[in-house]
Structures are given as C-alpha cells and as structure tokens.
C-alpha cells in the first residue's frame, strides 16, 4: 500500500476491518436465537443473552454505520443518522437492564422510553437522507406520488394499528400516551417509507430498499410490543427481541456492503412513457389501500381519523392523475415540436438523422437528396428576411404533397432541404430530383413581386456510397457543392473523383481551361505556397471556382512535401458564406487536412463584413488564410482586428517607400507588432536587396516574385528533385534548369 493514495488506503482498511465486524454481528445474532426459545432464562443466561448478545450486535451495527459515513462522503450524513438512532436504542436498551436489576418489575414508562423515543428524529432522516443523495431535487408530479404514498400508508396502518391499540384498564394516562407514541410515530415512519418508496419507484437500490425494510419490520416489532405491553405479556430476550437482532444484522450487513456510488445523482422522475407508469405502481396500489379503508368504515355516520387520511390519499391520487395526463400531453408535445422545423411544419435535421440510421443499421438500400437554393440569398438582402422566410415556407408548402408517402421531405436548416429515398436505385434517385428542381424552379410571388430561385442538388446512395447516416449526409453534400460549382443542376457523388452529373439538364462545370500552380518562394528559396492560377500559367490567380481542381492538385504532391496551394477571392467570387463548407466537403472528400488550402483576400473582394466573417470561420477550421493590400488610404490599422487572417501582405506602394519614408517604415514596424500580436504574419514582396533587409529588420517576411506556372505533376517532380529551377507550364518531361 506504500504510495496508495489516502482514499484507497482508507478503503481498504475499512473493508479489511468490515469482514470480521459482520462475522461477528452474525455470531451474536445466531447464539441470540438459541436462547429465545428458552423462557425464562436463569440469571447467567439473562446476562449473557439480554446483557451481553442483545447489547453487543447493535453496538457493531453502530460501528460499521461510521465506518460507512467515513468510507462514503455523498452518503455521510445518511450512515450517522442511522449510527445515531442505533447508538439511542442501545442506551434504552441498558437503561430497561439497569431497572430490571433493581427490581423485577421496572415502572412504566421510564427513562428508557425517553432514549427509545428519543431515536425517531434519526430514523425519520435517515431514508430522506438517502434519497437526497440519489436524486435530484423531485418536481410536482413526484412529490404528489409521495404524497399519495404517505396519506395511504397511514390510513392502513391508523386503521389497522392506532384503533385497535385501545388503552388498557391497567395503564394510567402517561403509560397509554407512552404506550400509543410507539404506533403513532413508526405509523409516520411507516408513511415516509411509503412516500420514498412512492418517488423512488422501482429504481431503488439495495441500501435503500434495506432501509425500508429495517424502518419496516421495526414497526411490526413496536406493534407487537405494544399489545404485549397492554396485556402484560412481554418477557426480555424473547422472540421479539430476535427481530430487533435482526434490523441490526440486516443494517451491519448494508453498511459493510456499501461503496461509493460510481453514477452522479439521477433525476426523481425518469422520462419515458413505459417508465412514468411503471413509477406509478406504488401509488395506485396506496390509492387502493384506501379505497379499501373508505369501504370498511364508511356508513357508520362517524368521520373516523383513517377515513379523512384515505380521502386526502384519493384527493391527491386524482391530483396527481391530472398532473399525469398534462405531463404526457407536454411531453406529446415537445416531441412534435422537437422533430419538426418551426419555420416551415417539416421534419427537421433531427428526424433525418434518425430516419437514416434506423435505415442504414438495418442494411437497407437508401437514398439521400440534399438539396441548396440558387439565389436565395439576393432574395434576403434584396426583399428581406421576412421575404426569404415566406419563399421558405412556400417552398416547403409546394413540396410536401409532391413526394411519396414513403419518401420524407425534412428542412435541414437556412436554405438547405433533404429527401431520404426509400431505394439506392440511382435512377429513381434522378427522376425524384429532376421531378423536385422542376418545383422549385417554378415562380413564387412575395409581396408582389414574381421571385425565382434554382437549386443545387447532391445525390448520394446507400451502401453504395456509405453504410452510416453522417457519411452518407457528407457524400450528398460534396456532389451538392459540386453541383454549385457547376452553376446548379444534380450530381451525384463520385467515391473515386468528383461527383458525376445525372442526366438531366444539369450545367457542366466549366474547367477553365485546366489548372497549373507558381511556385511562391521566401528570401531564403523555401517554397511557402502553390500559387493557383487558371489556365496556362501566365494569368492571374485563380479563385474559387477551381477549388476541386486545386485541392485534386494539392493531393498529389501533400503526402511528400506539405506546401499548400493557394486560392485567391475576389470580388467576382462566390458568396463567402458558403465557401467554408464548400471546403470542408472537398477536403473531406480528398482526405487533405484544412492546412492544404490558403484562401487570400484581395481588395476590392465582396464586403468587409462577409469577409471578416469567411477569415474567421476558415481560421477556426484551420484552413490558412491571407489578406491582400494593406497600405495607405487602403487598409487601416484598426482594421486589423476586423480582418482575422494568417497573413497580411503589404501594398507594395508602401513596401517601396521603407527605405526613403520613415512614416512609411513606423507604419510597417506597427503594423507587424499588431499583426504579431493578433497571431498573424506580415509579408511583402521583395524589390531589392536593400529595401529587403531592411523590412527583414521590421519584422516582415519578404516573398520572391511567383515562378512561372506548372501542373501540378510537374510541381510535385521538382518538389521531389529539391526545389530545381521550374520548368515552364507543359514541359513535365523535360529536364529543369538547375540552380547556378
């Protein structure tokens, strides 16, 4: 145990120690037992069986409940509770031997019903203790249960134990009072059982069902106590005392057995239809109980204690029916509500997701149409929010008859729409989406005004393309944004290259006259960047449009030499709100990391605020990211927290006045602090030898002039023969130039 932890130590020390106490509870209980059947005993006998046996079991119970408190911090309280109303029963108990030595007939009551009476404020915390350490905090419904649990455990028990217990002749006043406190407080213990039992339902554990039944059977002994009391028939050591051995048994064997328990505190009421009636079964059957009570008293013209408690238990059994069926309504409800899309009364995200698993873990073939509006957006800025909702909800409206039964139509979220296809067959999955572009593609009139949108769709099969509902819904949405890039139309996803058109009138995506990449080097000949650039080489950077067309190059050299390729976006571009997923979709659909693709920024691109928010969300993916033209009169330098990017490349009006303007080089030298501070780069490009060093000096990263433009083959070759000369565009084959 050297090095163990203190907790662990104390465990099993406490366990070690725990085996022996119980052993020994056992023993005393057993040799209890052989003396009760002897009555009456001789004074040795008496002294061994009721001085020593009867003493000593619950004194091991009481030890092994600290030990619990002390092994157990959640339930601390519970075990010392239960310690104490033990260690008050024990003193009674020496108290009644004390007066039965001096003299044979002790008076009633005495100071040992002060100290039995004395343990019920324990035993009454002790199960509530337990329960709290389990459960949360119940709600209404729950507490009704436990009401109804109580009301009717009392009227059974009023009814069968407090009437009968009719005081003796013999008894004076304080000896019938003494004489019924016994029933009368183990009735309300005996209740707060039933309410226990009534929240916990079946989910109580074995500590906790142990203690209703110790709280249990000491009632049966307190009731059997107190008619031998009246008649004046009870004997020390005898067959009732056997009972009270065994609570203390039953609670050191608990005590002993218990460990910390390895799940946090469970709600009071479990959700679930099946479950909420199965945690009913105690309350109806105390509901019953007191039906019972009201028919055996009831007619007597009397209004007797038991009949007003089996009343108030049937009042709050219909309480808590009603709170019932509003708690399944509410449920009833939330679940429609949380399976479908407030905006258009379709299923949600939430519905598809589970349509496609149910499907796909039974392996049966599947289709899945993911659907993105053209247009939508001018419709937004153009018209409003409240307009681009409406064309939703016609949309949405117009749909919904048009698919089979068996098909489901679910609104994914924004301007997205899915259709979960009850066949892989690619031909229906065709007919179904040139049948839903038909619709959309129809006018919508808003507010007077005639509105037309295209759409986008992806097509993706099960199993043919994936066998789980996320890889399925990312194959749909790579074929979707392929389709976007195509100028609209239907694909489907292509698992060896890029989604293939479906026939229909789908555009083709243009390739713009194929794609090759420049070489953008540092001062120091390392390659920082592939520079892409539409066509032969000798044009300007390209953008987004050819995003497959770069990430497909970037694949064949990343596994060798990590250099990412680089798109530029200008103002021509794509909305910037979609091109994060489109990214995402085409880097997936490659299997690249997000550090393959840089996006840059040029000036003049869409507006600042869709670009603050597209660098934003690119460097959260962990795409690169850089901003273009930062100078006077373009950029600011507040804008530098505006604009979140990996890189800011200089203006190069400002980079060629460093050397002459010292304005020009406080403004570079402050922006490449801010820059630093903000987690980004500050570039330039080189111009001279001189005015290199010294943006060197300041902190800039200085980038030589782009290479002359290659595929992406013959970039991967020279990659491979360590940063050669590039050869020009079309000369793969051919021998570079090497450095001189």
């Known amino acids: 145990m050297r090095g163990a932890r203190p907790d662990v130590r104390r465990s099993a020390w406490s366990g070690a120690l725990s085996r022996p106490l119980v052993l020994a509870v056992l023993v005393c209980t057993a040799a209890f037992a052989t003396g009760t059947w002897r009555l009456p005993h001789t004074p040795t006998e008496t002294v ?3 001085g020593v046996l009867s003493l000593l079991a619950p004194v091991l119970a009481v030890v092994l409940c600290l030990q619990a408190a002390r092994r157990i911090p959640e339930e601390r309280w519970a075990w010392c509770a239960a310690a104490a109303g033990f260690s008050f029963n024990i003193a009674g108990d020496l108290a009644y031997r004390l007066l039965l030595v001096a003299a044979a007939e002790p008076p009633f ?8 009476l004395a343990s019920y404020p324990s035993l009454f915390a002790v199960p509530l203790l337990f329960v709290r350490a389990r459960f949360t905090w119940p709600h209404a419904g729950t507490w009704l249960d436990g009401v109804v649990g109580a009301l009717g455990v009392t009227a059974v028990a009023v009814a069968v134990v407090i009437v009968p217990a009719v005081p003796s002749a013999h008894l004076s006043p304080l000896a019938t009072a003494t004489n019924l406190a016994y029933p009368v407080a183990d009735v309300l213990l005996l209740a707060l059982v039933g309410a226990l039992l009534a929240i916990a339902g079946l989910r109580a554990d074995p500590v906790l069902i142990s203690v209703c039944a110790v709280l249990t059977s000491k009632f049966v002994g307190d009731l059997l106590l107190a008619k031998a009391q009246a008649a004046g028939g009870y004997v020390p050591g005898g067959p009732l005392d056997l009972l009270w051995m065994a609570n203390a048994c039953l609670a050191a064997v608990v005590a002993a057995a218990a460990r910390p328990r390895r799940r946090p505190r469970a709600p009071a009421v479990v959700p679930g239809h099946q479950t909420r009636w199965r945690a009913l079964v105690v309350p109806v059957t105390c509901a019953t109980a007191a039906l019972v009570v009201l028919g055996a008293r009831w007619g007597d013209g009397v209004r ?6 089996a009343l108030a238990c049937l009042g709050a059994f219909l309480a808590r029916t009603a709170v019932t069926f509003a708690e399944s309504r509410g449920l009833h409800e939330a679940r429609r509500q949380a399976a479908t899309d407030d905006l258009t009364g379709l299923p949600n995200r939430r519905v598809l997701v589970r349509r496609l698993e149910r499907r796909l873990t039974t392996g049966r073939p599947t289709g899945l149409l993911l659907l993105d509006l053209d247009g939508f957006k001018a419709v937004n800025d153009g018209l409003g929010h409240e307009a681009g909702d409406e064309l939703l909800r016609r949309l949405g409206a117009r749909l919904l008859p048009e698919v089979r039964p068996t098909d489901l139509l679910a609104r994914l979220g924004g301007d997205e729409f899915a259709v ?17 572009a038909g619709l959309i593609r129809r006018p919508v009139e808003i507010a007077g ?9 992806g097509i993706a099969l099960a199993p043919e393309h994936a066998t789980e509902a996320s ?5 749909a949405d790579v074929a979707m944004y392929a389709a976007k890039a195509g100028g609209g139309g239907i694909q489907r996803f292509s698992p060896g290259g890029p989604a293939t058109a479906a026939p229909g009138p789908a555009v083709p995506r243009p390739r713009n006259g194929g794609l090759t990449v420049r070489p953008v080097l540092a001062a120091d000949g390392r390659v920082v960047v592939a520079d892409a650039v539409a066509g032969a080489g000798d044009g300007d950077s390209a953008g987004t449009a050819v995003l497959t067309d770069a990430v497909a190059a970037v694949a064949r050299w990343w596994t060798r030499h990590p250099i990412p390729v680089q798109l530029t976006l200008s103002a021509g571009d794509e909305d910037p709100a979609r091109l994060p997923d489109r990214i995402a979709a085409e880097l997936f659909r490659t299997g690249l990391p997000p550090a393959a693709l840089v996006v840059r920024v040029r000036t003049g691109a869409p507006g600042s605020g869709d670009v603050a928010a597209l660098l934003a969300a690119l460097r959260r993916s962990g795409v690169g990211t850089a901003v273009d033209g930062h100078g006077p009169g373009v950029l600011a330098l507040t804008r530098l927290r505006d604009l979140p990017a990996d890189r800011l490349h200089l203006d190069p009006a400002l980079v060629r006045d460093v050397v002459a303007d010292a304005g020009a080089s406080l403004v570079v030298g402050h922006t490449v602090a801010l820059t630093t501070a903000l987690g980004g780069t500050v570039v330039a490009d080189s111009v001279d030898g001189h005015t290199d060093a010294v943006l060197g000096r300041l902190g800039c990263q200085v980038l030589r002039a782009p290479g002359p433009g290659m595929t992406a083959e013959a970039f991967g070759a020279w990659l491979d023969r360590g940063n050669a000369t590039p050869a020009p565009a079309g000369s793969a084959g051919s021998q570079p130039a090497q450095p001189s």
């Open 48 to 50: 061994v069986y009721s």
């Open 109 to 116: 009551p005495s100071v040992a019903d002060v100290f039995w």
């Open 304 to 309: 007797s204690v038991e009949e007003v408690l």
């Open 420 to 436: 979960v296809l009850p066949s892989g067959d690619p031909a229906d999955a065709d007919e179904c989406a040139e049948r839903i």
């Open 449 to 457: 005004v005639r509105v037309e949108v295209g759409v986008s769709i």
């Open 471 to 475: 890889g399925l819904l990312r194959c």
